[in-house]
């Protein structure tokens, strides 16, 4: 069974926007396309990609189910067979990291010091989550696709 491919909406080329998250969207498709997926984590891809193609009505409507159905194939992808997206596990990690900082310098009852505390966590974050996404390329767990906010 292969992965079906989104169908692209009328409006969508109007709305600079969202005609590149489409892509973007796209492009994560033909790169899952290319890869040896299981049989129960394809029939699942292939149904948030139905819920999107009959997402049509608005292009609001359109946005809210393309949002949903990639944060949906990537937690499923991450979960069952542990592939993720470019940089993941640095982007998440240094938000952590970050609260990390923080709770550093509340426990040390020294927040009059966060302008130490805080680029600790960060760089504790970031060096830990760039650690994770090395071993993930060199386990070939990463897709060739990045998040992009």
Same mark, same amino acid.
């Given at each position: +069974?292969?992965?079906? $491919?989104?169908?692209p909406?009328a409006f969508i %080329?109007r709305?600079?926007?969202?005609? /590149? /998250?489409? &892509? /973007?969207f796209e492009?994560?498709? !033909? =790169?899952?396309?290319? /890869? #040896?997926i299981? =049989?129960?984590?394809?029939i =699942?891809i292939?149904? *948030?990609?139905?819920?999107?193609?009959?997402?049509? %009505?608005?292009?609001? #409507?359109f946005?809210?189910?393309l949002r949903i159905?990639q944060r949906?194939?990537?937690?499923l992808? =991450?979960?069952?067979?542990?592939?993720?997206?470019?940089?993941h596990?640095?982007?998440?990690? &240094?938000?952590?990291?970050? !609260?990390l900082?923080? !709770?550093?310098g509340?426990v040390?009852? @020294?927040m009059? +010091?966060?302008?130490? *505390?805080l680029?600790m966590? $960060?760089?504790?974050? +970031?060096a830990?989550g @760039?650690r994770? #996404?090395?071993?993930?390329i060199?386990?070939d767990? !990463?897709l #060739?696709?990045e998040?992009?906010?």
């Amino acid at each position: +069974m292969q992965i079906i $491919l989104p169908k692209p909406i009328a409006f969508i %080329e109007r709305n600079k926007r969202l005609y /590149r /998250r489409f &892509t /973007r969207f796209e492009g994560l498709i !033909v =790169e899952l396309q290319s /890869r #040896d997926i299981p =049989e129960d984590i394809i029939i =699942e891809i292939n149904n *948030w990609i139905k819920k999107l193609n009959y997402a049509k %009505e608005t292009p609001r #409507d359109f946005k809210k189910q393309l949002r949903i159905s990639q944060r949906e194939i990537l937690n499923l992808l =991450e979960k069952k067979i542990s592939l993720i997206p470019t940089n993941h596990n640095f982007n998440k990690y &240094t938000g952590i990291g970050i !609260v990390l900082g923080i !709770v550093l310098g509340t426990v040390f009852h @020294n927040m009059s +010091m966060s302008g130490l *505390w805080l680029p600790m966590g $960060l760089i504790f974050g +970031m060096a830990y989550g @760039n650690r994770l #996404d090395k071993k993930a390329i060199e386990g070939d767990k !990463v897709l #060739d696709f990045e998040l992009k906010y």
